[in-house]
C-alpha cells in the first residue's frame, strides 16, 4: 500500500509558475513509476505527466509539454510537478498516482495508488 499527498497548489496570474509535491509513504518509493493527472470542473480526469521508476523516462500530456516538468527524488520519497508559464486552461485539481507497472500509459486504470489532490487556479 501507498498513501500519497500534494502539495503546493494555490492561486497564480497567467505566466507563473508553481511546484507542486507529491510525498509518499508506504512500500518501496523507487519501485513505482509516478504520475500527475488533473481534472477542471465538468471534464474527464486527464493525464499530465509521468515518471518511471526505471530509468527516469518522462511522458507528458501534449498540452504542457515544454512548460511543465516531472521529477522525483527518491532518497525524499517525492515527486515533482514544475509547471511554468500556466495559463487559464491549467486550472483544475491535480492529482499525484503511483503504478506499479513500468510504463503504464497515460491512463488512469494504469495507476494503482492515488493522492486526494491539491487545486491549481489561474487567473486571466
Known amino acids: 500500500q501507498v498513501r500519497l499527498v500534494e502539495s503546493g497548489g494555490g492561486l497564480v496570474q497567467a505566466g507563473g509558475s508553481l511546484r507542486l509535491s507529491c510525498a509518499a509513504s508506504?512500500?518501496?518509493?523507487?519501485?513505482?513509476?509516478m504520475g500527475w493527472f488533473r481534472q477542471a470542473p465538468g471534464k474527464e480526469r486527464e493525464f499530465v505527466g509521468s515518471?518511471?521508476?526505471?530509468?527516469?523516462?518522462?511522458n507528458y500530456a501534449d498540452s504542457v509539454k515544454g512548460r511543465f516538468t516531472v521529477s522525483r527524488d527518491n532518497a525524499k520519497n517525492t515527486v515533482y510537478l514544475q509547471m511554468n508559464d500556466l495559463k487559464p486552461d491549467d486550472t483544475a485539481s491535480y492529482y499525484c498516482?503511483?503504478?506499479?507497472?513500468?510504463?503504464?500509459?497515460?491512463?488512469?486504470?494504469?495507476?494503482?495508488?492515488w493522492g486526494q489532490g491539491t487545486q491549481v487556479i489561474v487567473s486571466s
Open positions: 508506504g512500500r518501496t518509493f523507487n519501485r513505482y513509476t
Open positions: 498516482a503511483a503504478s506499479e507497472q513500468v510504463h503504464p500509459g497515460p491512463f488512469s486504470a494504469g495507476f494503482d495508488y
Open positions: 515518471i518511471s521508476w526505471i530509468g527516469g523516462t518522462t
